[in-house]
Structure formats: structure tokens, C-alpha cells
């Protein structure tokens, strides 16, 4: 193999872990997409508080954009005058049962982030709904959203969900997030007319990759802090630019050399010996970020170098960019 006849490139370390931005708080988000989501991660409001009555809260009926963060609300009531809201936000408080909402029919985003709901629920009347967020609750199905077909962006992140399902019917939605939860299965029952852009299933249960073969419009796959232990079923998702499999079992890297727009490729903590194996790289030109780190290959003495010899175009190895 050739050699480098440029002087050591500089490296600068940098943080470039990803991040759902429409979703939790920044910490949240950071540790959430890439899978480094602490399961046991505490919410962010205390469930011993006692919930105010909603007479005391003030509410102005030509608010467009309705903040109630941390105010303690135990029960959605007393929020019809809100007739002219696109977007409300309930998160962080002590809520069990999503009710009430039938009249705000021009909601745009609803975020319910960081309550005690154990249901989804009551929502059918929000058919101009784009945006929910129900992260960070006590959801064991993904049900009840039949009637919200314009939805483009889900986020379910941190609930006891167990299987994904009752989704096929949304063919607007774009982005899915339902890190830390209780999933085995990637997806099922899901028609070739669905529009997934992004998905995140870090932080699950998933053994096996398999039931992507219809999101053939995929981005973005999420699939870090899993059981995987073999790279497949991706035949289909050819316009991947984001593939992260970070901290599962894989010892290969496999069956991705038709991913050839990929530009960030995650495969740090997983059981990665073979150089050749990035081989099956070279044909995404595109290629700038690669996490390979705390896999067997970073014994080598040559790690770095290697990797900017097998994939010339990448730019960042790990969380270090590197400067020419």
C-alpha cells in the first residue's frame, strides 16, 4: 500500500455527536441519537409535586405559541380559548391523560415531553397536527394517531413501547424517534409509500435488522446501543447518508458498498478487526465522519493513518477533524 507523503495532519478535537434538535433538552439530545441515552437518565421534573388547579394559569386567546413548562399541571382542562394556538407545549409537567384538546382543531405541534401519560389518547381531532412530542413518559403502544395523517415529525424517545406498529397510516411522517424503549423489531407493517427521512431506534432491544425494505426515501438510521451483531437488510435504503451502528456486536462491516451517498458512518464500540473491511466503504465518495473508535482496530499504531489511506475523502475520524 502507498504511503502518505504529506507532512502528519493536524487534528483538532471537536464534539460532533448528533442531535435530534427538535426533540428534549440539549443534554437529552446529545446523549439520546448516537445511543449514549443513560436508560435510568432521571426527568427533568419531580413527580412528588402537587398539581396546581388551571384557574390560576392565564391564558390569552390570541396566542399562537402557548409555553406551560414546569407549572405543575396534573389535568389538560380549561384550555378552550385557545382557539388561534398552532403550537403548545405542556412538557414537564404532572400530567397522566391526554383529554381536552377536541377544540384547539389549529394546533400545529403538541409537545407533551416528560409527563406520566400511559396513553395516546384523545388526539383525533387534531387532524392539523404535524409535530408530536410524547418523550419521556409511560407509553407501552404506539396507538391512537389514525386520524393525524398530516403528522411529519414523532417523537416517543424514553417510554416502555415494545413493538412498533399503527403507523402505516401516517404517510406524511418524515422523522420517527423512539430511542430507549423496549423495541426488538426495527419496523412492520409499513406501506412503500412512507416518506421516513429519519429514524431513531437507539438504545433498544433489536437483535436483527430487518423491516427497512420499504423506507426507501431513509436518510438517516439510528440504530446504536443494541444487540446487532450482522449488518443487513439495507438493499433498499440506497439514499443513506447516516448510518449509525454504534456499540452493537458487529464484527464485519458488510453489505453497505451500494450506500454510496453516505457521508457519516458510526461503528465505534463494536468488534471491528479486518482492515479490509473498510473496503466496503470506498464507493461512498461523499464519506467525511467515521467513528470507528474501541473497536480492535484502534490497536493499531497506524489507526489514523489507515483510515485517511483507505477513505481519502473523510475529514473527521471519531471526534477528531483532521486539518491538511
Same mark, same amino acid.
Given at each position: 500500500?502507498? @504511503? ?18 427538535? @426533540? ?25 409535586? @402537587? ?15 402557548? +409555553? ?14 385557545? #382557539?388561534?394556538? *398552532? ?15 377536541? %377544540?384547539? @382543531?389549529?394546533?400545529?405541534?403538541? +409537545? ?20 408530536? +412530542? ?45 430511542? %430507549? ?20 431506534? #437507539? ?72 482492515? %479490509? ?20 482496530? #484502534? *490497536? ?12 481519502? %475523502? ?11
Amino acid at each position: 500500500m502507498a @504511503s502518505l507523503s504529506v507532512v502528519e495532519p493536524q487534528e483538532m478535537e471537536v464534539d460532533r455527536r448528533g442531535e435530534s434538535e427538535e @426533540s428534549g433538552d440539549d443534554e437529552t439530545r446529545k446523549k439520546s441519537i448516537n445511543g449514549d441515552m443513560d436508560p435510568n437518565l432521571p426527568p427533568a421534573t419531580s413527580k412528588e409535586e @402537587s398539581p396546581v388547579d388551571m384557574d390560576t394559569i392565564t391564558l390569552d386567546p390570541e396566542e399562537e405559541d402557548v +409555553d406551560l413548562v414546569h407549572c405543575r399541571i396534573g389535568k389538560i382542562e380549561g384550555l378552550g380559548v385557545l #382557539q388561534k394556538a *398552532k403550537t403548545l407545549s405542556l412538557r414537564q409537567n404532572l400530567i397522566k391523560k391526554i383529554e381536552n384538546l377536541d %377544540s384547539l @382543531s389549529s394546533l400545529r405541534e403538541l +409537545d407533551l415531553y416528560d409527563n406520566q401519560i400511559r396513553k395516546l389518547e384523545n388526539l383525533n381531532k387534531l387532524t392539523q397536527l404535524e409535530q408530536l +412530542d410524547v418523550s419521556f413518559n409511560v407509553l407501552r403502544k404506539v396507538e391512537g394517531l389514525e386520524q393525524l395523517t398530516r403528522l411529519k415529525k414523532v417523537f416517543l424517545l424514553h417510554n416502555k413501547i415494545g413493538n412498533i406498529a399503527n403507523l402505516g397510516h401516517l404517510p406524511c411522517l418524515e422523522m420517527l424517534e423512539l430511542g %430507549s424503549n423496549r423495541i426488538r423489531v426495527c419496523l412492520s407493517s409499513l406501506t412503500p409509500s412512507f416518506q421516513l427521512l429519519c429514524v431513531y431506534f #437507539q438504545s433498544n432491544r433489536i437483535t436483527k435488522m430487518e423491516g427497512l425494505q420499504n423506507l426507501v426515501s431513509l436518510r438517516e438510521l439510528y440504530l446504536s446501543h443494541n444487540g446487532i451483531e450482522v449488518i443487513e437488510g439495507l438493499e433498499n435504503n440506497k439514499k443513506l447518508t447516516t448510518l449509525d451502528i454504534a456499540a452493537n456486536r458487529v464484527k464485519k462491516i458488510e453489505n453497505i458498498s451500494h450506500l454510496t451517498e453516505l457521508q457519516e458512518f458510526w461503528m465505534n464500540d463494536n468488534q471491528i478487526d479486518n482492515w %479490509s473491511d473498510l473496503d466496503e466503504l470506498k464507493n461512498a465518495k461523499s464519506l467525511e465522519t467515521v467513528y470507528l473508535e474501541r473497536n480492535p482496530l #484502534q *490497536k493499531d499504531p497506524q489507526y489514523r493513518r489507515k483510515i485517511m489511506l483507505a477513505l481519502p %475523502s473523510v475529514r473527521q475520524i471519531d471526534a477528531t477533524f483532521i486539518r491538511f
